[in-house]
């Protein structure tokens, strides 16, 4: 397999998920703004620190001001977030991205992909998607979601399971693991440094994180109702049986590079980041009972993010075209 094809479809997948993501994360943010009584600010900021465009934001749209009102005006935020171009993580930008991928690997992308992806480009470019958007923003976020977990089940089921798919399927594992770490560490930090508030305020603040990571029913499954700071933390670190954990996206991640470059075929490109992501993955794992109190979380969040944007970084070197 070229590295050409191996990049586009590296790239596929994080496009993929990161609409996927980003459409979630900001319906969650609106239902906050709504029932959680927090200041708006904290409600939306949030948003742009998890996406890395809080300089962007800033420079752009508030000119520097870091007490502009736009930083809590979930209008402007959510169209930064959903149609400004020139963000490279807004969601115009990444079905873009994952639409020009996925052309360029027509021969190896199977037809029911292609025409799902096709209609997702199609209908953000339509005079249907932003009448939508204006009028049942929750239907906007839903119609992208669902689009975006078609595209993801059906190059599941109706491709083979080889070269290209794993690519694709470490793609959007990787993307994965960052949105996790990234959205956990700045709730966390914000919703555990808040003023005391009544319990079921807070239980609703963790939930709606949850939510956001598609992750509500699953804890408390694992939880019996009880939701705390520490014991979301955990179950979003942690948790081996759910598939948007860190500890379960970093395996799988290890598990399809391993598809693609075996362990012990020494020979072959791509050891540096399978080495890695295996130490990676020991890594996480080994910190299942640590505590998760104070700074913890935070240290362990950012260790995770920088990894993983290295591990990226060397990819990108061993085995894809930006090598």
């Known amino acids: 397999m070229i590295s050409r094809v191996a990049d586009h479809c590296f790239w596929f997948g994080r496009y993929v998920e990161r609409a996927e993501s980003t459409a979630r994360m900001l319906a969650a943010s609106v239902s906050l703004a709504l029932d959680a009584e927090l200041p708006a600010a904290q409600v939306w900021r949030p948003m742009l620190v998890v996406s890395g465009e809080e300089d962007e934001f800033r420079t752009r749209i508030t000119g520097g001001d870091d007490d502009a009102g736009a930083w809590g005006d979930g209008e402007i935020v ?8 020139a963000n490279g993580v807004s969601l115009a930008r990444s079905v873009t991205g994952m639409r020009w991928n996925a052309r360029s690997i027509r021969e190896v992308l ?5 025409e799902a992806v096709n ?3 199609l209908w953000m470019r339509s005079d249907a998607a ?3 958007y204006a009028q049942h923003r929750d239907a906007f976020y839903q119609h992208v979601r669902r689009a975006t977990q078609l595209t993801l089940g059906l190059v599941r089921s109706t491709m083979l399971h080889d070269e290209p798919l794993d690519f694709m399927w470490l793609g959007v594992l990787l993307e994965r693991v960052s949105q996790t770490a990234r959205m956990l560490d700045v709730h966390h930090h914000a919703f555990t440094n808040l003023p005391r508030r009544h319990e079921v305020v807070e239980t609703a603040l963790w939930l709606s994180m949850l939510r956001a990571l598609s992750g509500s029913e699953a804890f408390l499954k694992r939880a019996a109702g009880r939701v705390s700071s520490e014991g979301v933390a955990r179950f979003l670190l942690s948790e081996s049986a759910f598939p948007r954990s860190i500890a379960y996206c970093v395996h799988s991640a290890y598990d399809r590079l391993c598809n693609i470059r075996p362990p012990d075929h020494h020979t072959l490109p791509g050891g540096i980041s399978l080495e890695r992501l295996r130490v990676l993955d020991v890594w996480v794992r080994a910190r299942e009972n640590d505590p998760l109190t ?13 990894e993983v944007h290295e591990i990226c970084g060397t990819l990108g070197k061993e085995l894809l075209a930006g090598g």
Do not use: C, K, N, Y
């Open 110 to 114: 199977s037809l029911e992909s292609w």
């Open 130 to 132: 932003p009448a939508i």
């Open 119 to 121: 209609e997702l480009h």
């Open 78 to 85: 959510q169209r930064f977030m959903v149609w400004d171009e």
């Open 294 to 306: 104070g700074t913890a979380v935070h240290d362990v969040l950012t260790h995770v993010v920088d």
